[in-house]
């Protein structure tokens, strides 16, 4: 099957600082999207981004499907951003069945 | 946005009884809704694709008599873990579509 790998990790930033978060993907997706969990569980859609480049507020995030990769920028970091954050895509014809990358968590310092 | 409850948020029970997790769209009707478990700090698995008005399609590895699926209306979806042991002890998540997903059902089986 499709595998979804993320980077890094783990993330350690100071609160104001940049980052980027990676995600790549071994096969031809129909869909990624990026997922914030905060502490409690709750998954928050962040972006439904297949292909291009979208930005909300501090996010953005780019995937260039035909490397097969998402990047999603997180500016000026804030301590409410911490969290895990997922990729996750869905294979052509799936019909919304999702697989999730390993996720990254960050913690953002005051 | 489109809303997803759970209820309940979470739940302890003994080891061999059944637990029941409801999955409701609240605000839109879904056709079609999915069920996750998530291990502590692991990623998003996708366990089965819950189908209104008909069965359940499970992925592999997954045994569908002991997760029962019923996708009673448009609106409602219940996962039925039977038997349980300690060993599906875990973090179960609902999505009624791709985009959004429910708080999660923490379930500890002693």
């Known amino acids: 099957g499709i595998q979804v790998e993320q980077s890094p990790p783990d993330l350690i930033l100071q609160e104001g600082a940049n980052s980027t978060l990676r995600c790549n993907f071994s096969?031809?997706?129909?869909?990624l999207q990026w997922f914030h969990q905060n502490p409690w569980g709750q998954l928050i859609n962040l972006f439904y981004?297949?292909?291009g480049t979208k930005q909300n507020g501090r996010l953005s995030a780019t995937t260039v499907a035909t490397e097969r990769y998402s990047l999603l920028y997180i500016s000026s970091s804030q301590t409410t951003d911490s969290g895990v954050y997922f990729c996750?895509?869905?294979?052509?014809?799936?019909?919304?069945?999702?697989?999730f990358g390993q996720g990254t968590e960050l913690s953002v310092k005051p | 946005g489109a809303v997803v409850s759970q209820h309940p948020s979470w739940v302890i029970c003994k080891s061999g009884t059944s637990v029941k997790i409801e999955c409701r769209s609240l605000?839109?009707?879904?056709?079609?809704m999915f069920w996750y478990r998530q291990f502590p700090k692991q990623s998003l698995m996708l366990m089965a694709t819950?189908?209104?008005?008909?069965?359940?399609?499970?992925e592999q590895g997954v045994e569908k008599d002991k997760f029962l699926i019923n996708h009673a209306s448009l609106t409602l979806s219940t996962l039925t873990v039977t038997s349980a042991h300690p060993e599906d002890s875990s973090f179960y998540i609902c999505?009624?579509?791709?985009?959004?997903f429910g708080p999660g059902t923490r379930l500890t089986v002693l």
């Open positions: 981004i297949p292909s």
């Open positions: 605000d839109f009707q879904a056709t079609t």
């Open positions: 096969d031809s997706v129909n869909n």
């Open positions: 819950s189908n209104e008005g008909s069965k359940a399609t499970y």
């Open positions: 996750a895509v869905e294979r052509n014809n799936q019909g919304g069945k999702l697989i």
């Open positions: 999505s009624a579509n791709e985009q959004f």
